[in-house]
T-cell receptor, first 115, second 112 residues
Framework: ETGVTQTPRHLVMGMTNKKSLKCEQHLGHNAMYWYKQSAKKPLELMFVYSLEERVENNSVPSRFSPECPNSSHLFLHLHTLQPEDSALYLC??????????????FGAGSRLTVL | AQRVTQPEKLLSVFKGAPVELKCNYSYSGSPELFWYVQYSRQRLQLLLRHISRESIKGFTADLNKGETSFHLKKPFAQEEDSAMYYCALTDAGGTSYGKLTFGQGTILTVHP
């Protein structure tokens, strides 16, 4: 499959569970992102990885733990989440350019429900 | 700090009518502005960006630095334009790592 693929598409978990969201890009991009999309809130940037190195962490609670083992894969490990963490989690990738104007390609998202 | 404001959460027009989706931003640096669109059951995708100065699907947007606005316009709306539209901003320099700050989004509904 081409583009940005996210799995699972839907996830229901209890507050004591540990689960992971996976993102894979087949575009040859060198940067990957996690965004959170909640109802009634703008899309919020969570993490940015450039060349597999985390370059941004927007004050995200430690119960969210990202991992970028290589330039094509990005994970979001989840543990002891709260019901307010229920949201659509979007992965994106881009080809970073020195002049800015990077265009992000988004995945379809993983819909997370925390009970 | 960066901030993007889309004052209209919902916008309804009839087919063939002009449409304008408003976007205002606040940023002390050099901004790069985008419009992203999400059609029903589809993923978020780029519609256009200001540096390209292009028209996509009949939509145009002009960056007005004096008014700090980047409104999206189309002279004749079509039913297939119904979607959620997001205005987004990043720093035009090379150190932003492509980080986008999004507005709250505007749901456009085009009635037949």
């Amino acid at each position: 499959e081409t583009g940005v693929t996210q799995t699972p598409r839907h996830l229901v978990m209890g507050m004591t569970n540990k689960k992971s969201l996976k993102c894979e890009q087949h575009l040859g991009h060198n940067a990957m992102y996690w965004y959170k999309q909640s109802a009634k809130k703008p899309l919020e940037l969570m993490f940015v990885y450039s060349l597999e190195e985390r370059v941004e962490n927007n004050s995200v609670p430690s119960r969210f733990s990202p991992e970028c083992p290589n330039s094509s894969h990005l994970f979001l490990h989840l543990h002891t989440l709260q019901p307010e963490d229920s949201a659509l989690y979007l992965c994106a990738s881009s080809h970073l350019m020195t002049s800015g104007a990077n265009v992000l390609t988004f995945g379809a998202g993983s819909r997370l429900t925390v009970l | 700090a960066q901030r993007v404001t889309q004052p209209e959460k919902l916008l309804s027009v009839f087919k063939g009518a002009p449409v304008e989706l408003k976007c205002n931003y606040s940023y002390s640096g050099s901004p790069e502005l985008f419009w992203y669109v999400q059609y029903s059951r589809q993923r978020l995708q780029l519609l256009l960006r200001h540096i390209s100065r292009e028209s996509i699907k009949g939509f145009t947007a002009d960056l007005n630095k004096g008014e700090t606005s980047f409104h999206l316009k189309k002279p004749f709306a079509q039913e297939e334009d119904s979607a959620m539209y997001y205005c987004a901003l990043t720093d035009a320099g090379g150190t932003s790592y492509g980080k986008l700050t999004f507005g709250q989004g505007t749901i456009l509904t085009v009635h037949p």
